[in-house]
């Protein structure tokens, strides 16, 4: 995924989330402690990822939600770093999101793990 696409939309750090799959910092993204009504989109095309009603505090230094918008997001199995993940991306353009593990809230029992810097807010 390492492509130039998006370079000239993100800042050096979200590009390097959204296009070459880092991970930000815990506790440093814009988003994590946000809760204002509204969705998330893609930084980079503007899909619509999650809904505010599904974000919730999990705990972790990242922006959760328990379910994202059905059709939006891939799913891909991770292996790196010896672990086994499944990693997310936007469906539209493949920007790296973040992880989904099984240790959130009901409804859905989901966590996605998003890294603040590949996304933007949008109130309602």
Known sequence: ?????????LSDAAFKVCRLAAT???????????FQAGTYLCACCDTTLFTSESKFDSGCGWPSFFDGIVNNITY???????????????QQCQSHL????DDGPKPT??????????LTFQTK
């Open 1 to 9: 995924m390492a492509d130039n696409n998006y370079k000239d939309k």
């Open 98 to 101: 973040g992880h989904v593990f």
């Open 24 to 34: 930000e910092q815990p506790f440093t993204g814009k988003y994590n402690d946000h």
């Open 76 to 90: 891909i199995e991770d292996l790196t770093h010896g672990m086994v993940r499944v990693e997310i991306q936007c």
């Open 109 to 118: 029992g989901k966590r996605y793990c998003v890294n603040s810097l590949s």
